[in-house]
């Protein structure tokens, strides 16, 4: 992982990131694309709980994503 990239789940309430890449093979791939989360994104942290969901700023909507899922997605 290059320094300049972190995961969802580190990265702090308020930042706005761009998607760089998914780890975990093309299902979970496919399924964040299917929700409009695809490389080039840009996203903004809304909230997120300790150990609880992500709400995700993307394009104008928002989006819940687990923390596991947050810490498959590389952003910078």
Do not use: C, Y
Not at 7 to 28: P, Q
Not at 40 to 63: C, D, H, N, S, T
Request: charged residues 15%.
């Amino acid at each position: 992982m290059s320094s300049h990239h972190i995961t969802l789940a580190m990265a702090a309430t308020g930042r706005k990131l761009r998607l760089v890449s998914f780890t975990g093979g093309r299902a979970i791939s496919s399924h964040l694309a299917a929700m409009g989360l695809l490389p080039g994104v840009e996203v903004e942290i809304k909230r997120k709980a300790p150990g609880g969901p992500f709400v995700l700023g993307v394009k104008g909507g928002q989006l819940v994503l687990g923390r596991g899922m947050a810490q498959k997605i590389l952003v910078s």
